[in-house]
C-alpha cells in the first residue's frame, strides 16, 4: 500500500511515466525536478494535485488519502464506506478543519477592514461635501 501522497506520487510515475518522471511529468505539464521533489517529501501545491487528477483522470480521495483505487475508471460508487476508511479519513479532515478555520478567521479580519474602509471613505466624502467622483477633471494645467 502507498502510505503517503509522495508514495501515491511515485506509483503514478511508475503507471503513467513508465517510471521516469520525465515521462510523467511531460504529461501532466509540469517540470520533472517537481516530481522528483513530491516523491521525496516535498508537498504538492493544489493546482499541480488538480493536474494529476484531471490529466490522468486519476482518483481524488486516492491521491490524498490512498483510500480507494488510483483510477476514477475502477471507482464502484455503490460500494459501501469501510469503518477502516472513516478511521484513516478522520484524522485528515480534523486537518482541513482547522485549516478552513483558520481561513475563516482570515476572511472575517478582512470584512471586517472593508468595512472600517468604507466607513473611513463615507467620512472623507463627507469631509469634502461631495463625492471623489464628482471632481472635474480637465485637460488643461493651469502654469503660473
Not at 521533489?37 to 486516492?62: C, F, Q, S
Request: glycine letters at 10%; hydrophobic letters at 40%; zero cysteines.
Amino acid at each position: 500500500m502507498d502510505e503517503t501522497i509522495h508514495d501515491r506520487i511515485g506509483a503514478l510515475v511508475q503507471e503513467y511515466g513508465d517510471g521516469k518522471n520525465t515521462v510523467f511529468a511531460n504529461k501532466i505539464g509540469i517540470s520533472e525536478g517537481n516530481i522528483r521533489g513530491y516523491i521525496k517529501g516535498i508537498m504538492p501545491k493544489a493546482d499541480v494535485l488538480e493536474k494529476i487528477v484531471r490529466t490522468l483522470d486519476v482518483n481524488a480521495m486516492w491521491l490524498l488519502t490512498g483510500i480507494g483505487h488510483m483510477r476514477v475508471s475502477n471507482l464502484d460508487i455503490n460500494a459501501p464506506v469501510l469503518v477502516s476508511d472513516n478511521d484513516r479519513l478522520a484524522p485528515i479532515l480534523q486537518q482541513f478543519d482547522v485549516f478552513i478555520q483558520k481561513k475563516d478567521a482570515q476572511i472575517v479580519q478582512q470584512a471586517e477592514e472593508i468595512g472600517r474602509l468604507k466607513e473611513r471613505v463615507s467620512q472623507l466624502e463627507r469631509g469634502k461635501g461631495k463625492n471623489a467622483s464628482d471632481v472635474p477633471t480637465s485637460g488643461v494645467a493651469n502654469v503660473g
